[in-house]
């Protein structure tokens, strides 16, 4: 029992995906100029992580293994493509900010990532716990960038504003979005220590 | 782990993924198109709605064409004639398409606009959804107004920093009031003479 909650925990600090495994950086980059849309953005991740980790564990004994990542590849775009045409569908105010990066969550180095290294080699049940813990980790990572940039960026937090006019604006920016990435770097880094 | 690769358990094993990962993207496109579409159009009356006054019926898309370009349009009805027009008018922004709806008066005054899509910059060029020193300014644009940013020596402000995407709003603003200068040029000498 405790290893399976150590599935779901190891994601926000040990295996943090953005700060310890510094994996998917162009979502990360890209997605964090708020709070709110690193959140959704982290969710969105979090939902293909999960289902995709499921459906390659279950897959992989039969897949040969010359081909197993173009199969692999095909089955996570699936669930992204999935994912997209709900939203769309559902959700189309979430689905006019992020609609740009959704597509990307295929090339997100985490979930083939967590494909080859936890989902083939595990079964169904461990590797969708392992989706989780590595999901939420990305969620929380990329919910703390934007929560930075945006009290930066903006002067806002969650879209709440609480300082009047404008914030840095290089930090809303691409330039703002590294050196937000590096400082938490070091920080995450010293705490672990 | 893994089976053993040879060539036909590859093929098969490929074109079995592919078939069936096709199949579920055509069951589900097939379930959500339906809301899709719903939620786009609901999108677009809600910004047509947003930008005329109250109260007229609107009618159906009709299209113009203007220096080469096409409109699309919509009148709204009151009391046997055009109370006002919504016309979808695109520009290149900063970062690429910038289109909006416009509603315009017939007299030429503007009588509110609304972005139905951009690609500006977040933090600069996309406030020209949120900015409402920016966006309240088109509420009711008086027709004598000259469509130019400040800085070309018009009447419109520009979002701080964001000139590019101010110039290309101003120009999907002008371009909408064109059409209707073209489409209805009695009501606005009529108005015009009225005001004087």
């Not at chain 1, 310890?20 to 969105?44: D, F, R």
């Not at chain 1, 180095?109 to 595990?122: D, H, P, S, V």
Request: contains cysteine; charged residues 15%; glycine residues 10%.
């Amino acid at each position: 029992m405790a290893n399976k909650l150590s599935l779901i925990t190891k994601g926000f600090i040990k295996e943090n995906p953005t700060f310890v495994l510094v994996l998917g950086m162009c979502p990360t980059l890209a997605t964090t100029t708020s709070a709110i849309n690193g959140l959704e953005m982290g969710l969105a991740t979090l939902f293909v992580l999960v289902l995709s980790n499921i459906a390659i564990s279950l897959i992989s004994p039969i897949v040969p293994d010359k081909v197993h990542i173009p199969v692999y590849i095909v089955v996570i775009a699936t669930f992204v493509t999935v994912l997209q045409l709900v939203m769309q569908a559902y959700t189309p105010s979430v689905y006019k900010t992020l609609g740009l990066f959704i597509p990307l969550i295929v090339v997100n180095c985490i979930i083939l990532g967590r494909a080859e290294a936890f989902a083939c080699k595990n079964n169904w049940i461990d590797s969708a716990l392992d989706g989780l813990g590595i999901g939420l980790g990305f969620t929380a990572s990329l919910t703390v960038i934007g929560i930075v940039r945006e009290i930066l960026g903006s002067g806002s937090v969650f879209g709440w504003k609480f300082i009047a006019g404008d914030g840095i604006l290089a930090f809303v920016m691409a330039p703002g979005a590294f050196m937000v990435l590096g400082y938490l770097l070091v920080l995450f880094n010293k705490i672990k220590k | 782990m893994a089976a053993k690769s040879n060539l036909q358990n590859m093929a098969l094993c490929l074109t079995l993924t592919c078939l069936l990962c096709s199949a579920i993207l055509g069951m589900v496109y097939a379930v959500t198109k339906a809301p899709i579409d719903a939620a786009a159009e609901a999108a677009a009356k809600a910004a047509i709605a947003e930008v005329l006054p109250e109260g007229g019926d609107i009618s159906e898309a009709k299209t113009a064409d203007l220096d080469g370009t096409t409109y699309e349009y919509y009148e709204e009805m009151g009391g046997g004639q055009v109370v006002a027009y919504a016309v979808k008018s695109s520009t290149n922004g900063f970062g690429g398409n910038l289109s909006l709806m416009v509603g315009v008066l017939p007299d030429g005054t503007i009588y509110n606009t609304k972005v139905l899509s951009h690609s500006e910059t977040p933090g600069l060029g996309a406030k020209c959804t949120s900015d409402k020193k920016f966006t309240s300014q088109w509420n009711g644009f008086a027709k004598d107004k000259k469509l130019a940013v400040a800085k070309d020596g018009g009447d419109v402000d520009a979002i701080t920093a964001s000139t590019i995407t101010s110039r290309a709003y101003t120009l999907a603003v002008s371009q909408a009031r064109d059409l209707i200068k073209m489409l209805d040029p009695d009501a606005t000498t009529g108005a015009s003479l009225f005001d004087k």
